[in-house]
Structure formats: C-alpha cells, structure tokens
C-alpha cells in the first residue's frame, strides 16, 4: 500500500490517513462519500492535518463535507477540528460526537455546531437516506465512545476498537493481525469484562468490515476471528497486578 494517496475502501469510502512513525501507529481517517455530500470521521492530528486533507482534496472539495464525525476526544482523532472548519467554511458545518465527548472537544475551540447523537435518536440520515447509526462503546476508550454503523455498505467505523499497534502497515489486515490487535488493547481498554460485553453487541451486527482509527481494516473472516479472540483479551486493570498479559 502507498500511504502517499487516499486509498478505496469500497466504492464511497476511502481512508486518508497516515503512518506516526513516532508511535507505531496507522492513524485512520475515513472519508465517506454520498453523492454530493460527505463525512470524515476522526480527522485526526494537528501535525498530520496537511496529509489528511492533501487526501481528501484529491477525491472532495472540502465543502462537500457536511459532517465530521468524533468518535472520542482523543487528540489524534479530533485535534486539527478548528483547522479543519477554517478550511471546509461551511456555516452548516456539524461535528457529530457524544454528549460525554462533546463536554471535552469543545475545549479545542469549535466554532461549529455540536450534533449530540443523543439528542437525535443515535442515527444520521444524510440527503439520500442513507442511514448511519451510532453504536455505544462507552470506556472503550473513553467514557463517551461510540462507534458509527453505515447500514448501505455494512461498514463499522469502530474507533479505537479493534486497532492495532506496531511497525505494520498493511491497511487491510492480512496474516497475524491478532497479536497487533491484542497488544493495542492490551494497553489502551479498561478491562477484560467491558470489553467482551460490547464484542457481544457488536457480533449482532451484519458486518460487511470493520474500518478502526488505528491499524488496519478487517473484512470476511477475520471479522468472527477478531470478536472471539477480544472477547477473550485481559486488558487494563485485569493486568494491573503484574500478571502475564498473555490471555
């Protein structure tokens, strides 16, 4: 994969995002395009704001882009937000996140308004009714998380969740991308027992592939491969004690 260009993951949603070479991580921004309109989810770092948009220039004009989409507050997912507006300048401008999240982004000093996906039934239906539909997650990582169903292609857009970390940076997984995974969570998820509970969740949705903001795409089998072995992972505080974090 050349990391250089914006890259199809199917049809109408394409990932602009960047190697950190500084911390091992694939950051994953994803662009979706519905006819005129777009949404870029978790457009990520101040740093690394003109290689995400380099890429979103190559399929969009910036003012297509209707939504943004914040799964957390994390810094390398939502930093370059008032950059961002500045450069879409849309005055309809939305930034879609939890009502937990929206507490802390706005610390970044938005401009635009916040759509609470509380306060709309957990889902967004752009223009042509395509439906996305918002999946809570919440302390995977933050208290607020969430992760973004796309019902048209049967696409999760999940976050943190499923991420993996390391020198790897095939965008679509291939070969032992479980360990990649478990080191990631390992690490970043708060326990063992919250974590098997939303893999349960997640398993009742027809899932086409998962998009995570870290490491790469998981599509086909390796969708069942990746909830069995997290709904199986000890993370976080399971490890606190010392113990081998080794499952």
Request: hydrophobic share 40%.
């Amino acid at each position: 994969m050349t990391t250089d260009d914006a890259v199809a993951v199917t049809r109408d949603i394409h990932w602009v995002g960047f190697h950190d070479e500084g911390s091992g991580l694939q950051c994953n921004p994803y662009l979706l395009v519905d006819h005129d309109e777009a949404v870029l989810f978790d457009p990520g770092s101040i740093p690394h704001f003109p290689i995400v948009m380099r890429k979103v220039l190559d399929i969009v004009s910036p003012q297509q882009i209707g939504w943004l989409v914040v799964h957390h507050q994390d810094p390398d997912v939502c930093g370059n937000l008032p950059v961002m507006e500045d450069v879409i300048g849309r005055a309809d401008l939305q930034i879609v996140t939890a009502r937990k999240s929206a507490r802390l982004i706005r610390h970044y000093g938005l401009s635009s308004h916040v759509h609470v996906i509380e306060d709309h039934d957990m889902v967004l239906r752009l223009a042509s009714g395509r439906t996305l539909r918002f999946i809570p997650t919440p302390f995977l990582h933050a208290p607020g998380a969430f992760a973004t169903y796309d019902e048209r292609t049967g696409t999760l857009f999940s976050s943190d969740l499923f991420g993996g970390i390391g020198e790897e940076r095939a965008l679509f997984a291939e070969g032992e991308f479980l360990e990649a995974m478990g080191a990631f969570h390992r690490e970043y998820m708060p326990s063992g027992e919250v974590l098997r509970s939303c893999m349960g969740r997640l398993a009742e949705l027809e899932l086409q592939r998962i998009c995570p903001q870290h490491g790469s795409v998981l599509e086909g089998g390796q969708i069942e491969q990746a909830l069995a072995y997290l709904g199986e992972l000890r993370c976080g505080v399971d490890l606190a004690d010392g113990a081998d974090a080794e499952r």
